[in-house]
């Protein structure tokens, strides 16, 4: 076979096992908890495509061209009114945002103007993949917290940052790296208290806040909590958010929002990246946040969730409920639900028994940077019907119990 030479990086990099997992989605029959990927029935399509006709049409001196780094001014004001109109963050300016490639190319962007290979970052554990994806392309230096129903563990990160401080070496972390609504894979949601830790911690050792919320305003029950970005300010913390989950994936649309000297670095990483985010659906998008209110338009996609994650926790307990030592968490928004089987379970090997039942999941490790997570697994009930959630658990029911009698667990 033919070998090319590659950089450290490109050594590094190995397939995701999301991706090869997602590979099975299509065989007929197959009932997948695996992809975070919204229900297409959810897409405002009909709006969309009246609004990208006219933007077609009437705005093709913009939307067919190269437009700023920065991102189209139309969709960055349109933004900073829905931040301010929902989640009472004012004061900002557009050189307080930028408009990314999805929140991964800002996850990309951030990894690169912020670590050098000896930076040290905290993450959670079970951790983002496509986060540590981004990170680990810099430094390998992560310091796991692991993840309760309140979020991670700030009584760890404490001790974590004292035991660096001693050693002199607390210049060396970069970022605390939060997704504080329901966790991508966990599901769990930071508590007002952990968030107020966490800031206090990132005041007392100046650190930088990294604050993901994709998911914030898919909330089916409950109050929320103010964002660690409403609390402490652009001078603590980085806010990404993303239209994937509450508009269209493809679209490709992220913002970062901050301070305006990250936010100029970030354009100059950005330059050497993509040159710009695609001004296409930035204008689409723009002008749609100006025609229709989101949050609104949301309420029926709030309420297909709601159902189907009902059903979900349902279903789980249904099936699950005599089989000591499992459990799961119960989120109240989002698209993910994380199971946790007994010792001894390894959900990575239990894939080929799953796929041969029919029912696919992601393996608890796949979230876990250096191992560990192995008796985990992450559902997401976002894209099966409601029928093939009932019969998904079923299936995952009979791969649980065939691996243990296999195993001798059971
Ligand atoms: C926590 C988190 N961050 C970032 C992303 C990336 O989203 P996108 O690049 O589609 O905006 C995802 C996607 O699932 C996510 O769950």
């Known amino acids: 076979m033919k070998k090319f030479a590659f950089s450290k990086i490109g050594q590094k990099l190995t397939s995701s096992i999301i991706r090869e997992l997602l590979k099975d989605v299509n065989v007929p029959g197959m009932i997948s908890f695996g992809g975070g990927v919204p229900d297409p029935k959810t897409f405002p399509r009909y709006k969309l495509s009246e609004v990208a006709k006219d933007v077609l049409e009437n705005e093709f001196a913009f939307s067919l061209q190269y437009g700023p780094t920065e991102g189209d001014d139309v969709l960055k004001e349109a933004y900073i009114n829905f931040l301010k109109r929902n989640d009472n963050i004012e004061g900002l300016t557009k050189d307080n945002l930028l408009i990314t490639v999805g929140s991964q190319s800002a996850l990309y962007l951030l990894s690169t103007i912020l670590l050098d290979s ?9 951790v983002y993949l496509g986060a540590a ?28 940052l004292l035991e660096l401080d001693k050693k002199g070496e607390i210049s060396k972390v970069r970022f605390i790296y939060v997704i504080p609504n329901f966790h991508n894979p966990a599901g769990v949601t930071l508590n007002l208290e952990r968030r107020k830790k966490i800031i206090e911690l990132a005041e007392k050792y100046d650190l930088l806040i990294i604050e993901d919320d994709p ?4 909330r089916y029950e409950g109050e929320g909590f103010p964002s660690l970005f409403k609390m402490a300010g652009k001078n603590r913390v980085l806010l990404l958010r993303t239209f994937s989950k509450v508009l269209s994936p493809g679209m490709r649309l992220g913002f970062v929002i901050g301070h305006e000297i990250l936010i100029r670095k970030l354009v100059m990483a950005k330059q050497a990246v993509d040159l710009c985010s695609p001004s296409l ?18 309420k029926p996609t709030i309420e297909i969730y709601r159902k189907k994650k009902d059903l ?21 928004g989002g698209l993910f639900i994380w199971l946790t089987l007994p010792e001894g379970y390894d ?3 239990m894939m080929a028994s799953g796929k041969k039942n029919g029912v696919l999941f992601i393996p608890g490790s796949a ?24 019969e998904g658990v079923k299936r995952l029911k009979k791969t649980v119990v065939e691996y243990g009698k296999e195993k001798g667990l059971l």
């Open 118 to 126: 000896e930076s040290k970052y905290f993450v959670s554990k079970p």
């Open 347 to 349: 959900t990575m090997e």
């Open 367 to 390: 979230f876990s940077i250096g191992g560990g997570c192995d008796n985990s697994m992450r559902l997401s009930f976002c894209l099966p019907s409601e029928e093939n959630i009932i």
């Open 312 to 332: 979900m926790l349902e279903e789980l307990e249904r099936n699950f409920a005599d089989m000591e030592g499992v459990h799961w968490t119960r989120p109240q």
């Open 215 to 218: 998911y914030g305003d898919l």
């Open 281 to 298: 659906t930035q204008r689409i998008a723009g002008r749609f946040l100006e025609k229709y209110d989101l949050k609104e338009l949301l």
């Open 133 to 160: 994806s981004a990170f680990s392309m810099n430094s390998m230096n992560h310091i796991d917290l692991p993840l309760s129903e309140d979020g991670i563990d700030t009584d760890l990160l404490e001790e974590k």
